[in-house]
Structures are given as structure tokens and as C-alpha cells.
């Protein structure tokens, strides 16, 4: 097998930006990334996008999700080009589970506190509803050990995600049939350190822990590229 094309998934509350760290530290390495901007609408519909982009893509895919990315990975996976998933700090639902149901098992983290909601028109149906983080306390919450002045950009850019997206069920869980490594963030407020372990033992992620806020691709690039790299090697033999 060639060596995969590495399709970086952000998650929600945020957008591609937030792998700007990551991305040169994998170009230094020589390999090949994209980095799709999702729309944030609905689990399905996300994960339809992504795996569109997917299959468009000659060859092979990594994928990798970081929070609610990971559950977008999670469905759009399933894709026959996919040959990994890795997630960062996020979630690796199961087979007809929602983002909800996996949290409601845990104690809800800081962001829980944190959460603001706004409407936005739908043609010809009722409004829906936006939910974005706090931009006040998005840098403590969200990334504590990065740059203020980074995070302060990150909290006034955001890409909300609609709140139609909790409640969804994931359809399929690629985690089944495709190998998988994970990186828990053991510093996060945004989603439970317990959550992501229990997603990632269920799935059997080759999993590492990093002493890092929830973004951790932006202060632990180096790290996380390790473990992509691990995972290149692995689905390229």
C-alpha cells in the first residue's frame, strides 16, 4: 500500500486553523495533508461531507479527528479508501450512539458552564439553534497552554456547531473494521479525559496520554505527529 494522504478533521467550536501548528510539523516530514473546512451541521450530513472529500482523494487516507471530529471520522470512515483513524481528544462513538449519550456516563466537563446559544434561519422549517463557547473563558477552557493571543483568535473565529449534532446517533462506527490510534488529553476541559479513554478502549485504539489542554495538536504538535506518523507506517506495510 502507498502511504496515505492525511485528512485532518477539526472538531467543533472551531476550524481548520486549529491544526496550524500541526500541519507544517507534517509537512517537515514530507507528508501529504489536507485539511477540509466542515460544516458543523449535523453528524450525518458532516460525515457525508467528509467522506465526499474522502473519495475524491487518489489512493489512500488517514483520517484524523480531533473532538467532535472524531465522531465525524467515526462514520465517514467506513469509506473503502480509509485505511486508519486517529483520534485527538475526541470521541469514537459507537454504533447508534450520540455525543450525548457517551458524556451522559461522566461528569460534565467545564465547557458544560461555558456553552452560549444563538439561532440561525432554516428555510421553510423552524429556527435552529448554534452553540459556540463563551469567548471570554475559551482560552482557559479550550487552551490553557497555548499562546493567549492564538487562543484569543481562535475564541472570536469559531465555527459554531448546531445543536441538532448532540442528539444524533452515529450510524456506523468505522472503529469496527479499520485500525485506529488515539491521543488522550489528560488537561482537558472542554471534553472528559474519562470519556475519551472509555471511547478508545471500546474501539481498541492504540492509545498514548499528553499532559495537554484540548487542543492539543496546537500545543503538543511535535507529539501528535508521532503518533500520525506511527499510524502512517503501520496501514503502509
Same mark, same amino acid.
Do not use: C
Given at each position: 500500500?502507498?502511504?496515505?494522504?492525511?485528512?485532518?478533521?477539526?472538531?467543533?467550536?472551531?476550524?481548520?486553523?486549529?491544526? $496550524?501548528?500541526?500541519?507544517? +510539523?507534517?509537512? #517537515?516530514?514530507? %507528508?501529504?495533508?489536507?485539511?477540509?473546512?466542515?460544516?458543523?451541521? $449535523?453528524?450525518?450530513?458532516?460525515?457525508?461531507?467528509?467522506?465526499?472529500?474522502?473519495?475524491? %482523494?487518489?489512493?489512500?487516507?488517514?483520517?484524523?479527528?480531533?473532538?467532535?471530529?472524531?465522531?465525524?471520522?467515526?462514520?465517514?470512515?467506513?469509506?473503502?479508501?480509509?485505511?486508519?483513524?486517529?483520534?485527538?481528544?475526541?470521541?469514537?462513538?459507537?454504533?447508534?450512539? #450520540?455525543?450525548?449519550? %457517551?458524556?451522559?456516563?461522566?461528569?460534565?466537563?467545564?465547557?458544560?458552564?461555558?456553552?452560549?446559544?444563538?439561532?440561525?434561519?432554516? &428555510?421553510?422549517?423552524?429556527?435552529?439553534?448554534?452553540?459556540?463557547?463563551?469567548?471570554?473563558?475559551?482560552?482557559?477552557?479550550? /487552551?490553557?497552554?497555548?499562546?493567549?493571543?492564538?487562543?484569543?483568535?481562535?475564541? *472570536?473565529?469559531?465555527?459554531?456547531? /448546531?445543536?441538532?449534532?448532540?442528539?444524533?446517533?452515529?450510524?456506523?462506527?468505522?472503529?469496527?473494521?479499520?485500525?485506529?490510534?488515539?491521543?488522550?488529553?489528560?488537561?482537558?476541559? /472542554?471534553?472528559? &479525559?474519562?470519556?475519551?479513554?472509555?471511547?478508545?478502549?471500546?474501539?481498541?485504539?492504540?492509545?498514548? +496520554?499528553?499532559?495537554? $489542554?484540548?487542543?492539543?495538536?496546537?500545543?503538543? &504538535?511535535?507529539?501528535?505527529?508521532? *503518533?500520525?506518523?506511527?499510524?502512517?507506517?503501520?496501514?503502509?506495510?
Amino acid at each position: 500500500m502507498s502511504t496515505p494522504t492525511v485528512v485532518l478533521v477539526h472538531g467543533a467550536f472551531a476550524d481548520a486553523s486549529s491544526y $496550524s501548528a500541526l500541519i507544517p +510539523e507534517l509537512f #517537515s516530514r514530507g %507528508i501529504s495533508v489536507v485539511a477540509p473546512a466542515g460544516p458543523n451541521r $449535523s453528524l450525518s450530513s458532516d460525515a457525508g461531507y467528509l467522506a465526499s472529500v474522502v473519495r475524491q %482523494i487518489e489512493g489512500p487516507v488517514l483520517l484524523v479527528g480531533h473532538s467532535y471530529g472524531g465522531a465525524v471520522i467515526t462514520v465517514a470512515g467506513v469509506e473503502d479508501n480509509v485505511a486508519g483513524l486517529v483520534y485527538l481528544a475526541g470521541y469514537a462513538l459507537d454504533e447508534g450512539e #450520540s455525543l450525548g449519550q %457517551i458524556q451522559s456516563g461522566f461528569a460534565d466537563a467545564a465547557l458544560a458552564t461555558a456553552l452560549v446559544y444563538t439561532k440561525f434561519p432554516v &428555510p421553510g422549517g423552524e429556527d435552529g439553534v448554534d452553540v459556540s463557547v463563551d469567548v471570554e473563558k475559551f482560552p482557559e477552557i479550550f /487552551a490553557s497552554d497555548v499562546d493567549t493571543a492564538r487562543t484569543r483568535v481562535l475564541a *472570536v473565529s469559531q465555527r459554531p456547531l /448546531a445543536a441538532f449534532a448532540f442528539g444524533e446517533p452515529a450510524p456506523v462506527a468505522a472503529w469496527k473494521t479499520k485500525p485506529s490510534w488515539a491521543v488522550v488529553a489528560t488537561a482537558d476541559h /472542554a471534553i472528559n &479525559p474519562d470519556v475519551q479513554r472509555f471511547g478508545y478502549e471500546r474501539a481498541g485504539a492504540k492509545t498514548i +496520554e499528553l499532559d495537554s $489542554s484540548h487542543l492539543v495538536m496546537l500545543a503538543h &504538535p511535535r507529539e501528535v505527529a508521532d *503518533v500520525i506518523e506511527e499510524a502512517l507506517r503501520s496501514v503502509s506495510k
